[in-house]
């Protein structure tokens, strides 16, 4: 069973600061994924990793996979209220029908 | 384009009813679909996908079932619903595992 271990599970910061939040596994992915959801609503894909060592930007935001294929990070450069909300990672094993393996999430809540 | 409709969006049903939740997908074909519940605000648990007409794989024994009768149709059943079977539940798809899901809106289900 492929585990994701995702850190902090809860995060409160003021506007303006910066934060990363971490996701770990022994288990190798093919691919990572990050989500972010609202109060009620179905998580939305952020981004998808798949090649280690891989770096991508989505204005604010920047997703790293691990060299090792095991292990993401997701930091936020000046964080706006807007951020706030669940944000999950997710990371597809090798032979698994696209199945999700799914991290416990953290809830980001940024203060004006 | 691509959506998918899930619903109803909340529902309360007391223990021992039935129930009946569905999703379809529209703009696309042969979608692999899954159907997963979250725990408050936490991480997701994969309980059933399909890849294709009649196929079902159950991922955790549980009083729920699973059924696809069309392409673009998966159906979340129970015959006599359980209190610990509230909770939110969510449909996806993708295409093919690796570069993401597409989420339906979600049903908040509780059981009284």
């Known amino acids: 069973t492929q585990l994701l271990e995702q850190s902090p599970q809860f995060l409160s910061i003021q506007e303006g600061e910066n934060l990363t939040v971490y996701c770990n596994s022994s288990?190798?992915?093919?691919?990572l994924q990050w989500y972010r959801q609202e109060p009620g609503e179905g998580p939305v894909l952020l981004v998808t990793?798949?090649?280690?060592?891989e770096v991508k930007k989505l204005k604010r935001l920047t997703f790293q996979f691990g060299d090792a294929r095991k292990d993401s990070s997701l930091h936020i450069t000046a964080a706006q209220t807007g951020d706030t909300g669940l944000y999950l990672c997710?990371?597809?094993?090798?032979?698994?029908?696209?199945?999700?393996?799914f991290g416990q999430g953290t809830i980001l809540t940024v203060h004006p | 384009s691509q959506t998918i409709h899930q619903w109803p969006a909340t529902l309360v049903q007391p223990v021992g009813s039935p129930l009946s939740l569905e999703c379809t997908v529209e703009?696309?074909?042969?979608?692999?679909l899954y159907w997963y519940r979250q725990a408050a605000g936490r991480g997701l648990q994969l309980l059933f996908y399909?890849?294709?007409?009649?196929?079902i794989s159950s991922e955790v024994p549980q009083n729920l079932s699973a059924s696809r009768p069309q392409d673009r149709q998966f159906i979340l059943s129970s015959k006599k619903l359980l209190l610990s079977d509230s909770g939110f539940y969510l449909c996806?798809?993708?295409?093919?595992?690796?570069?993401?899901?597409?989420f339906g809106s979600g049903t908040r289900l509780t059981v009284v």
């Open positions: 996806a798809w993708n295409g093919n595992g690796f570069y993401g899901y597409t």
């Open positions: 288990s190798v992915f093919s691919s």
């Open positions: 990793v798949v090649t280690g060592g």
């Open positions: 997710a990371g597809v094993g090798g032979t698994s029908y696209g199945k999700l393996t």
């Open positions: 703009g696309t074909s042969n979608p692999n």
């Open positions: 399909s890849v294709g007409i009649g196929q």
